[in-house]
C-alpha cells in the first residue's frame, strides 16, 4: 500500500466532504500533559469536572480507541454571513450570540462527513478500525490539530489559521493506519496580545491559558450557577458565548464566509431585540432553536443570562415590569432578574440625581461645570 499517495487521497476527499483543511498525526500528546495536569490544579475549568476525568485517554488516544496509530484532524468554517459584528456589541438593548452558534448544531453534521471519510477510506484499503469525534470523548482536539498541521494555538487558546482566523470547528478520526504525519506549522502571533488586552473580565491570565471560571462562553453556556456580580456587571450584552478575543485578531480579518448554509444565521434570531427574547415561553425557546446548539442550556439558563444582559441595558418600567413577569420560576433566575433590576433602578437613580444637579446648576446661573 502506498501510504503516502493514500494521504494525499484522504485530504482530497476530506475537501471534497467539506472540509477546509485535512491533517494527520501521530498519537504522541506527552508534551501537553503537564500543562493539561497544571490547568486542572489551578482549578481553570471551573464546574466542569468531566474534566477531570479519563486524564489517561486525553494524552493517550490510543486508550481510548485501542488500534489507534494516527489521527486524521479536519477543519470546518463556519463564519456566517450578517454575523452583525460590532452592531450587536456597541446596541446594548441587542442580544449579542456568538458566531458558532448562530446557525445548526455543528456535531451532528461534522460526524456524518468523518463517518463519511471513513467509508471512503474504508472502500481503498478494505477493513478499518476507526471511531470519529467532535466534541463526544476526552480528545485533545487543539493539540491534535495543532500537531496535524492546521495551525497554531494562539494566545486566547484557540487554534489560528494564516488565512482563515480561527473561525472554525475541529474534528477528529482515529485510525489504525501508518499514515505520514504532517509537519507542525510556526506560531505567528508574534508580539500581539490584542487578544488579552480586549477580554472583557480578564479570562486569558497567560498566554495561551484560560480560567474559565471568568471566561463569557464558559459563564453562559458550562455554568447554570449564580455568577459574581462584577462579572454580571461587565458581561454587557452577551448571552451566549464571547468572540471579542476573536473579533479584535488580525488573522481573522481574513477569513471567508462559510460555504455551509447549517451555520447561516436562524432566521428565529434574526430579531435579537433583548425584551423581545426574555418573553418567549419555554415550548418557544425549544421550537426555535430545534438543531441549535443554544437548546441545550435549557431555558432557564437562556432567560438567566438574558437578565444579566437586560441588566446591562437601558432603564425604562415597561423593562423593570417585563423582568418581573418571570419571578417565581427558578431561585438562581430569580437571583439574576432581581440583579437586573437593582442595575437598572440604581441607574435611573444615578441619571435622576445628575439631572436634578444640573437644573439647580442652570437656575442658579452659575457655569455647567461649577
Not at 471519510?117 to 469525534?133: D, H, S
Request: glycine share 8%; net charge neutral.
Amino acid at each position: 500500500m502506498d501510504l503516502q499517495r493514500l494521504a494525499e487521497q484522504i485530504k482530497l476527499w476530506g475537501n471534497e466532504l467539506g472540509f477546509q483543511k485535512v491533517g494527520i498525526t501521530d498519537i504522541d500528546l506527552s508534551a501537553h500533559e503537564a500543562g493539561l495536569n497544571k490547568w486542572l490544579a489551578q482549578g481553570y475549568n471551573g464546574s466542569m469536572e468531566w474534566m477531570e476525568r479519563n486524564g489517561d485517554k486525553r494524552v493517550h488516544p490510543e486508550l481510548l480507541h485501542p488500534g489507534t496509530v494516527r489521527i486524521i484532524s479536519v477543519r470546518l468554517d463556519y463564519l456566517p454571513p450578517e454575523a452583525h459584528f460590532a452592531s450587536n456589541l456597541s446596541d446594548s438593548t441587542q442580544a449579542y450570540i456568538s458566531r458558532y452558534a448562530l446557525g445548526r448544531d455543528y456535531h451532528k453534521l461534522m460526524r456524518n462527513k468523518l463517518k463519511h471519510l471513513a467509508t471512503k477510506i474504508e472502500q481503498e484499503v478494505g477493513q478499518l478500525n476507526y471511531r470519529p469525534f467532535v466534541d463526544s470523548a476526552p480528545v485533545l482536539e487543539r493539540p491534535l490539530a495543532e500537531k496535524a498541521g492546521l495551525g497554531w494555538t494562539g494566545k486566547h487558546s484557540l487554534l489560528l489559521d494564516e488565512h482563515a482566523g480561527s473561525w472554525f470547528f475541529l474534528g477528529e478520526l482515529m485510525v489504525d493506519l501508518p499514515l505520514p504525519v504532517d509537519k507542525v506549522i510556526e506560531n505567528q502571533c508574534g508580539k500581539c496580545r490584542s487578544c488579552i488586552t480586549s477580554c472583557p473580565t480578564g479570562a486569558i491570565v497567560e498566554e495561551g491559558v484560560v480560567d474559565a471560571r471568568k471566561c463569557i462562553s464558559y459563564l453562559t453556556i458550562e455554568y447554570d450557577g449564580i455568577i459574581d456580580k462584577a462579572l454580571c456587571d461587565v458581561m454587557g450584552n452577551r448571552i451566549y458565548g464571547c468572540d471579542d478575543c476573536q473579533l479584535v485578531c488580525p488573522f481573522n480579518r481574513q477569513a471567508k464566509i462559510t460555504k455551509q448554509a447549517d451555520f447561516h444565521r436562524k432566521e428565529t434570531i434574526k430579531n435579537s431585540d433583548l425584551l423581545h427574547l426574555f418573553l418567549w415561553d419555554e415550548s418557544t425557546f425549544l421550537k426555535n432553536f430545534e438543531g441549535s446548539a443554544i437548546r441545550r442550556i435549557g431555558y432557564i439558563q437562556w432567560l438567566r443570562n438574558l437578565s444579566i444582559a437586560i441588566g446591562n441595558s437601558h432603564y425604562s418600567e415597561d423593562v423593570i415590569n417585563t423582568l418581573k413577569t418571570k419571578l417565581g420560576l427558578n431561585d438562581v433566575l430569580d437571583h439574576h432578574i432581581n440583579y437586573a433590576i437593582e442595575r437598572l433602578t440604581s441607574q435611573a437613580s444615578s441619571v435622576s440625581t445628575k439631572q436634578q444637579r444640573l437644573i439647580r446648576i442652570v437656575q442658579k446661573g452659575l457655569p455647567r461645570d461649577a
